[in-house]
């Protein structure tokens, strides 16, 4: 027996189960295992609706979110079950295709005739034909905080990381006016000192001057307080103010609607491409790079690809034209 053992690679207490079997039952058996006898299940339809229930609610005052060992204490501590693994409550979340852990950013708080009203005419605005006697605009504000660092880094080097001391002093605040014309690829993203209603009306000068020749220029805003004639009669006087905003067609964005603003996009590649994660100490500084950004920026006439369109919205929202969406639209 113990030759036969060494032969195959086991012990003799393998040789001798599988030999009583064999003579027990036959060489397919002896081959093979027994099918084992399968756990309980831990909860039965009534408990996993509990648990359920549990993972919807809000977590426990103190905790962001619900874990799977959170959930699992807490199931144990309400009696469900009297012990329970993290690995069972993970199968219960996935069969329920619940993700605690996750979540999406989508604010449309109510869909009015107002929303859909504003959202339809900006969808509406973006999907004509580029035009240069009435060109399209976006405009968009970004708040910028200036951080100097407080110690030299190191530079990157084969083998080795950049590194950089992770204590900064702040240098105070500054702002970005992202401007882009979505369909023809014109940027107009500028730096300034803040977004009071003087850069704002410094700003829409600069969109008017570069479209000298339009007829009436679309632009497209959110509802901050300052995006209003008042701004730029104060700082050019009545007669240019009107004159210059006469100019304008403004398009409103939904409260809470920012998505529609095609200048969030242009928000987003600054963010990525010309601050990153850097640190400018300085409004000068920030002013400089933000100009080479949009300098090559404009000079690539980078486009931004609006596909979601008026359709889309009375698909997505389940309204039709002409109706007032009602609260489960």
């Not at 099918?35 to 229930?53: H, M, N, Q, Y």
């Not at 693994?85 to 295709?97: D, N």
């Not at 369109?309 to 009375?314: E, K, V």
């Amino acid at each position: 027996m113990q030759d036969t053992a060494d032969a195959t690679g086991t012990f003799p207490r393998e040789v001798r189960r599988v030999g009583r079997r064999y003579l027990q039952r036959g060489l397919e058996v002896a081959l093979s295992e027994d099918p084992r006898p399968k756990p309980l299940p831990k909860f039965d339809a009534r408990s996993e609706a509990a648990v359920v229930a549990i993972a919807c609610s809000p977590p426990p005052p103190g905790r962001s979110r619900w874990s799977v060992v959170l959930l699992a204490r807490e199931v144990e501590r309400r009696g469900i079950v009297a012990s329970v693994g993290k690995e069972t409550i993970r199968r219960l979340l996935s069969r329920h295709e619940l993700k605690p852990w996750r979540e999406k950013m989508w604010c449309v708080p109510e869909l009015n005739r107002e929303y859909v009203e504003r959202m339809e005419d900006v969808l509406n605005l973006m999907e004509k034909p580029a035009s240069e006697k009435e060109p399209v605009v976006a405009l968009d504000e970004r708040p910028v905080q200036l951080h100097a660092t407080e110690r030299n880094g190191r530079p990157m080097a084969p083998g080795r990381i950049a590194q950089r001391d992770y204590e900064y002093v702040r240098r105070g605040t500054a702002n970005i006016f992202c401007i882009v014309a979505p369909k023809t690829g014109h940027h107009l993203t500028h730096a300034t000192a803040n977004r009071k209603a003087r850069r704002f009306a410094a700003a829409m000068k600069r969109i008017s001057d570069a479209y000298p020749n339009a007829r009436r220029i679309h632009v497209i805003l959110d509802n901050l307080n300052t995006h209003r004639l008042e701004s730029l009669t104060d700082a050019y006087g009545a007669a240019e103010g009107r004159r210059l905003w006469r100019r304008f067609t403004i398009h409103h964005t939904p409260k809470h609607g920012s998505w529609l603003n095609p200048a969030e996009i242009e928000v987003s590649l600054w963010s990525r491409e010309c601050m990153g994660r850097d640190r400018i100490a300085t409004l000068c500084e920030l002013k400089y790079r933000t100009h080479l950004w949009n300098k090559a920026a404009d000079r690539a006439r980078r486009r931004i690809k609006w596909r979601f369109n008026t359709a889309d919205a009375r698909r997505v929202f389940r309204y039709r034209p002409g109706t007032t969406p009602g609260p489960k639209d």
